[in-house]
């Protein structure tokens, strides 16, 4: 196993002759094993792992020269949303799309936006953008494609072989895989970028400890069969839902009913452990039922091994104006699971006495 070096400094050969360590900021031996394994996992030449998801975007914002336009889905993860409309709308000019339409995508490209920021699926309402399709548009247009590929992780999607030429991920999600960390990082084959990115990250200093980077390490030896175990579960616990009289809908990538099925079978190896419900009732229906559930944690976040569930338009989502939030769909009966890996009739029997609450209060 790498040992932590839990080390801030390194001993120089002569003054300004180091050993290939410097300063823990710059570089530190366990945070480079994380990021050869994470270039690997992306099929990418160079990956760079910082102290959070955010923390990655924001380095990466700030290597876009000042003024940039930047094309962004309009239904990504809240935090995002709100980093690029209160924090870097000074900066650049924002542009959201649904990148689920190729002819928005096409007429947004034509704009000359220095680069197109695609989440898919997308967070909460899981819709699947077609990555091969945008990138060769985006190629035509000279536009650069970067992907936040958390809801796959790089064992169910790698948006570099469909011609993206960045990766982001919050490791916090399913990468680490157990609760217990919080990172981002970057994935790329672009030297270019990656220099930018790392020399921002160095000048400013978000990096990731080496304890947590160790930590990730040793959530990714089980990515593969955490992420099988995920699907499994969200597959059966989907189409249990779809049959349930109190549910209006459920959306889940692997479900034929899915919009975007299609798309989402060609790129994708898997459909992921994320699924999205509409109840039938309100705001009371769906707080008595986020109330009840017990083996689903209530809480934020995703992608551990543990279940959580949450309610996107009060909790993840709550940056996200009302109004913007309705259009995209953010109801007051939305509940966002993230399916963990416990035994999914455990799962289900949860989910089952909660809808029976439900019906007490009618
Ligand atoms: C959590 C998350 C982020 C932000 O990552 P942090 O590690 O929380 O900073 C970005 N994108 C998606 C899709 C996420 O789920």
Same mark, same amino acid.
């Given at each position: 196993?790498?040992?932590?070096?839990?080390?801030?400094?390194?001993?120089?050969?002569?003054?300004?002759?180091?050993?290939?360590? *410097?300063?823990?900021?710059?570089?530190?031996?366990t945070r480079t094993?994380?990021?050869?394994?994470?270039?690997? &996992?992306?099929?990418?030449?160079?990956?760079? /792992?910082?102290?959070?998801?955010?923390?990655?975007?924001?380095?990466?914002?700030?290597?876009?020269?000042?003024?940039?336009?930047? /094309?962004?889905?309009?239904?990504?993860?809240?935090?995002? #949303?709100?980093?690029?409309?209160?924090?870097?709308?000074? =900066?650049?000019?924002?542009?959201?799309?649904?990148?689920? !339409? %190729?002819?928005? /995508?096409?007429?947004?490209?034509?704009?000359?936006?220095?680069?197109?920021?695609?989440?898919?699926p997308t967070n909460? @309402?899981?819709?699947?953008?077609?990555?091969?399709?945008?990138?060769?548009?985006?190629?035509? #247009?000279?536009?650069?494609?970067?992907?936040?590929?958390?809801?796959?992780?790089? #064992?169910? +999607?790698?948006?570099?072989?469909?011609?993206? !030429?960045?990766?982001?991920?919050?490791?916090?999600? #399913?990468?680490?895989?157990?609760?217990?960390?919080?990172?981002?990082?970057? @994935?790329?084959?672009?030297?270019?970028?990656?220099?930018?990115?790392?020399?921002? +990250?160095?000048?400013?200093?978000?990096? +990731?400890?080496?304890?947590?980077?160790? &930590?990730?390490?040793?959530?990714?030896?089980?990515?593969?069969?955490?992420? *099988?175990?995920?699907?499994?579960?969200?597959?059966?616990?989907?189409k249990w839902l *779809?049959?349930?009289?109190?549910?209006?809908?459920?959306?889940?990538?692997?479900?034929?009913?899915?919009? +975007?099925?299609?798309?989402?079978?060609?790129?994708?190896?898997?459909?992921?452990?994320? $699924?999205?419900?509409?109840?039938?009732?309100?705001?009371?229906?769906?707080?008595?039922? &986020?109330?009840?559930?017990?083996?689903?944690?209530?809480? *934020?976040?995703?992608?551990?091994?543990?279940?959580?569930?949450?309610?996107?338009? $009060?909790?993840?989502?709550?940056?996200?104006?009302?109004?913007?939030?309705?259009?995209?769909?953010?109801?007051?009966?939305?509940?966002?699971?993230?399916?963990?890996?416990?035994?999914?009739? !455990? %799962?289900?029997?949860? =989910? !089952?006495?909660?809808?029976?609450?439900?019906?007490? $209060?009618?």
């Open positions: 196993m790498p040992p932590i070096f839990q080390t801030s400094t390194y001993v120089q050969k002569s003054p300004g002759k180091h050993l290939g360590y *410097e300063y823990s900021r710059s570089h530190n031996p094993r994380l990021e050869t394994n994470l270039a690997a &996992l992306e099929n990418a030449k160079y990956a760079l /792992v910082t102290a959070s998801g955010l923390s990655c975007m924001s380095l990466i914002m700030h290597s876009l020269p000042k003024g940039s336009k930047v /094309v962004c889905g309009d239904d990504v993860y809240g935090g995002t #949303y709100r980093l690029f409309t209160t924090v870097f709308n000074d =900066l650049h000019e924002f542009n959201f799309i649904n990148t689920t !339409d %190729l002819k928005s /995508v096409e007429a947004a490209l034509k704009e000359k936006p220095a680069v197109i920021w695609l989440e898919t909460p @309402m899981l819709k699947v953008s077609d990555i091969q399709k945008i990138a060769q548009m985006a190629k035509r #247009y000279k536009v650069k494609v970067c992907v936040d590929n958390t809801f796959m992780s790089p #064992y169910f +999607q790698n948006p570099l072989n469909l011609g993206a !030429d960045v990766v982001v991920h919050s490791l916090t999600k #399913y990468i680490n895989g157990h609760s217990d960390v919080v990172g981002g990082c970057m @994935m790329t084959s672009n030297k270019s970028i990656y220099n930018k990115v790392s020399t921002l +990250q160095n000048s400013m200093g978000p990096t +990731q400890s080496p304890f947590d980077s160790w &930590l990730v390490l040793r959530g990714i030896k089980t990515l593969a069969i955490r992420m *099988e175990a995920h699907q499994k579960a969200a597959l059966k616990i989907s *779809e049959s349930h009289p109190q549910v209006e809908s459920v959306i889940y990538p692997g479900l034929k009913s899915h919009p +975007q099925h299609r798309i989402a079978k060609k790129q994708m190896s898997g459909f992921g452990g994320m $699924i999205t419900f509409f109840l039938k009732g309100g705001l009371r229906e769906s707080k008595r039922f &986020l109330e009840q559930v017990d083996l689903f944690a209530l809480a *934020e976040s995703l992608g551990g091994v543990e279940s959580l569930i949450e309610h996107p338009a $009060i909790m993840t989502h709550a940056s996200v104006p009302k109004k913007i939030r309705e259009e995209i769909g953010i109801q007051d009966n939305l509940i966002r699971l993230s399916v963990g890996i416990e035994n999914v009739n !455990d %799962l289900i029997t949860d =989910l !089952d006495f909660a809808f029976k609450s439900l019906k007490k $209060i009618k």
